[in-house]
């Protein structure tokens, strides 16, 4: 049966989401200057070629390359286009209706498949991150602090943790309203992943609680470098005028040793951060240094 080549325009502008894919060897991969009309025949969303030898329209190097003479490709998902599935003779061959439907029931099963696969690692995701600000929560950092922790004695680095509590973050609430001290959490949040090194993670604990995770840290100074870059973020954040109210956020910073466990090494960081209370608003102390 043959299609008229207007329709199969019209066809394949609706399922621009093919394209770019390897449906046909080389023939529909873009950047080689070849179109992406890979069909002789086309039935519904799948493309047909049954012979190559006689195919004018467009490049069929990429089959003559590979020994193939005919080809069919059906998509995999309707909505969302995840991939192609393809089957190539290297012979002409006409394609029937009950091939087509044979390779429509296995894209069916890997669709179904990748659903799952996918709701799943949604499910995952939301488990671990904090859905203000988007990123990792407490059960999360509590895993890439495990992970820092066990790797430093093989490393021969240290892991530094970061406790950030926003200074007198009710009064924002109060002023704000809840909406607004969320808008300026979500802000703070983006400032904090800028300032601190590309690996380290930066988690939100809860309410105006933030944790740092750093790891293969030579030592304090290096530790205490990172926090003097999230108070002067969050001082320009402020200069900048990027918020409605002013706000300022105590660190504090504690270094791990060979002895020291997850839990004590969250100790030391809070024990520093109210330190750093103490001290006055908007600065940082290090546990058991003069930092």
């Not at 195919?55 to 309707?78: D, N, Q």
């Amino acid at each position: 049966m043959l299609v008229d080549r207007a329709d199969v325009r019209r066809r394949r502008t609706r399922r621009a989401g093919l394209s770019g894919t390897r449906a046909l060897a080389d023939d529909v991969r873009p950047g080689k200057g070849l179109t992406t009309r890979v069909c002789h025949r086309q039935r519904g969303s799948d493309r047909v070629r049954a012979d190559r030898v006689h195919e004018t329209r467009f490049s069929t190097v990429g089959m003559t390359r590979r020994g193939l003479h005919s080809g069919v490709c059906v998509p995999i998902g309707a909505e969302a286009v995840w991939g192609v599935l393809t089957a190539h003779s290297r012979r002409p061959r006409e394609y029937t209706d009950r091939d087509l439907t044979f390779l429509r029931s296995v894209t069916a099963v890997l669709s179904a498949a990748i659903r799952r696969i996918e709701a799943e690692a949604a499910l995952v995701h939301q488990s671990l991150h904090d859905p203000l600000t988007g990123l990792p929560n407490r059960a999360l950092a509590r895993r890439r602090l495990d992970d820092a922790m066990d790797a430093a004695p093989r490393g021969g680095t240290r892991v530094a943790l970061l406790l950030v509590d926003l200074d007198d973050f009710k009064i924002v609430n109060d002023s704000l309203g809840h909406a607004g001290g969320d808008d300026a959490l979500v802000v703070l949040a983006r400032h904090l992943r800028s300032a601190v090194r590309p690996g380290d993670t930066v988690a939100r604990l809860g309410g105006d609680e933030f944790v740092v995770v750093c790891e293969h840290v030579a030592g304090a100074a290096e530790a205490v470098a990172i926090a003097a870059r999230i108070t002067g973020s969050v001082a320009d954040l402020n200069r900048a005028g990027s918020l409605d109210w002013p706000i300022s956020a105590s660190i504090g910073v504690a270094l791990s040793d060979p002895e020291c466990t997850r839990e004590e090494l969250v100790r030391r960081a809070d024990s520093a951060m109210y330190r750093a209370k103490a001290a006055g608003a908007g600065g940082y102390a290090f546990y058991g240094g003069p930092f």
